[in-house]
C-alpha cells in the first residue's frame, strides 16, 4: 500500500490536534477526539478557541478530503495518532492489537463466514481498531456491527474511528460483564482484556465464576461472546498461550465442550512479545447448534514471523487446504 496518504492523514490529525491540545489544555487523546470530530462534521464544533486557533484549524481541514483516502488509509493514519497519544499516557489496558494479527483476523473472518451480509461483535472494541481492521478486510460482504467499551475516551475514539471510515458500528458505553442489551452477532472478534474481575456479585452470574476469589475476566468474556452470537455463529478470540493451564482452565474445558466446537489454535510468533509469558494465539470457536458439527480435527498452526510474506503465503494455503477439507 502507498505510504504517503497515511503519512500525509497522519500529518494533519497530529498538528490539528497538537494545536487544539495547547489551546483547550487537554491530553492529546483528547484532542485527537475533538480534531477528528470536526474532520468528519466539516466545520470547527468547539466554542472555546481563539480565533487564530480557528483559523490555523480551518486551513490544515481545508487541505484535506478525506474521501480521497481508502478505509484502511483512514484507519491507519488514525491508528498512528492513537498510538503517540498512548505513548504519552500509557495505561496497561490500552494497548493496541499489532496491525498484522488484526489483518489475520480479518482474513480468517472472510474465510469461515460465509454470509455476505452478516453482524459482527467486539465486547472489548477499545478504540475500535481491530473490529474496523477485520471490517476492512471482508471482500464484498456488508458488516455491521456492535462495539461495547467501558473506558469514556477509548469508546469516543472508537466511534470517530468509525464514522471516519463510515462503518455503520453501534457503540455501548458500559461494563460488557453487565446484561447487554443488544442484537446477537453471527460472529464475533476481540482482543480479550487479561487478569481478574473484580465485581465477585455479578461474575457469580457466569458458569465460568471462580469457584473461590476474583474470577478471570478473559474467561467471562468469552462466555459472554458466546452469549451473544447465534448458534453456528464463529468468535475469534486473542487468549493469553497459558489459558489452559491456569487453575480456572478445568472448568472452561469442560464450558467450551457443552457450548462449543475449538475450530483452531494459531500460535503467534513469539518473536512478537516482550517474553514468552505474554506469548499469545489466536482462538477459534463456533458455537453450538442444531445442525454445526465439529471439524474432522482442529486447525493447529504455530505462525511464522508475519513479516516473513513467503512463509505467511505457505500458511495460508494450508488454512485454505484446512477449511476446504474440514467444511466438505
Keep these: 500500500m502507498k505510504i504517503a496518504p497515511v503519512e500525509d492523514l497522519f500529518t494533519i490529525f497530529n498538528e490539528t490536534a497538537t494545536i487544539m491540545q495547547e489551546e483547550l ?32 484549524l480551518k486551513k490544515s481541514y481545508e487541505s484535506v478530503n478525506l474521501s480521497d483516502y481508502t478505509k484502511e488509509e483512514i484507519r491507519k493514519s488514525f491508528q498512528l495518532s492513537i498510538l503517540k497519544g498512548m505513548k504519552e499516557n500509557v495505561q496497561p489496558n490500552h494497548q493496541m492489537t499489532p496491525d498484522a494479527v488484526g489483518m489475520l483476523i480479518g482474513y480468517l473472518v472472510d474465510k469461515f463466514v460465509r454470509e455476505t451480509s452478516f453482524r459482527l461483535l467486539d465486547p472489548a472494541v477499545g ?16 458488516v455491521e456491527a456492535t462495539g461495547i467499551e467501558i473506558d469514556d475516551l477509548l469508546i469516543k475514539l472508537a466511534y470517530i474511528n468509525a464514522n471516519l471510515q463510515e462503518h455503520p458500528i453501534q457503540f455501548f458505553n458500559q461494563d460488557s460483564l453487565e446484561p447487554l442489551f443488544i442484537e446477537a452477532a453471527d460472529a464475533a472478534v476481540s482482543d480479550l482484556p487479561i487478569g481478574y474481575y473484580p465485581n465477585d456479585v455479578r461474575s457469580a452470574e457466569y458458569k465460568l465464576k471462580a469457584d473461590e476469589g476474583h474470577s478471570y475476566s478473559h474467561h467471562l468474556f468469552i462466555e459472554q461472546s458466546i452469549n451473544h452470537v447465534k448458534p453456528g455463529g464463529y468468535l475469534f478470540f486473542i487468549i493469553p498461550n497459558g489459558m489452559f493451564e491456569s487453575e480456572q482452565a478445568p472448568k472452561l474445558h469442560e464450558y467450551l465442550k457443552e457450548n462449543a466446537y475449538i475450530q483452531g489454535l494459531l500460535q503467534l510468533p513469539l ?43 505457505k500458511i495460508l494455503k494450508k488454512i485454505d487446504a484446512w477449511y476446504k477439507e474440514s467444511k466438505q
Excluded at 475533538?34 to 486557533?53: C, K, P, R, V, Y
Excluded at 478504540?127 to 456488508?142: A, C, S
Excluded at 489466536?282 to 447448534?289: D, H, P, R, S
Design 25 to 56: 489544555q487537554c491530553t492529546y487523546l483528547e484532542a485527537l477526539a475533538e480534531t477528528g470530530e470536526n474532520l468528519f462534521h466539516e466545520s470547527i464544533l468547539q466554542d472555546e478557541l481563539s480565533e487564530l486557533t480557528v483559523k490555523r
Design 127 to 142: 478504540t475500535g481498531n481491530l473490529l474496523t481492521t477485520v471490517m476492512n478486510h471482508q471482500k464484498d460482504k456488508t
Design 271 to 313: 518473536t512478537m512479545f516482550k517474553n514468552e509469558k505474554a506469548a499469545k494465539s489466536i482462538f477459534i470457536l463456533q458455537k453450538k447448534g442444531e445442525g454445526v458439527t465439529p471439524p474432522k480435527q482442529a486447525l493447529l498452526v504455530n505462525l511464522p514471523s508475519l513479516s516473513k510474506t513467503t512463509e505467511v503465503e
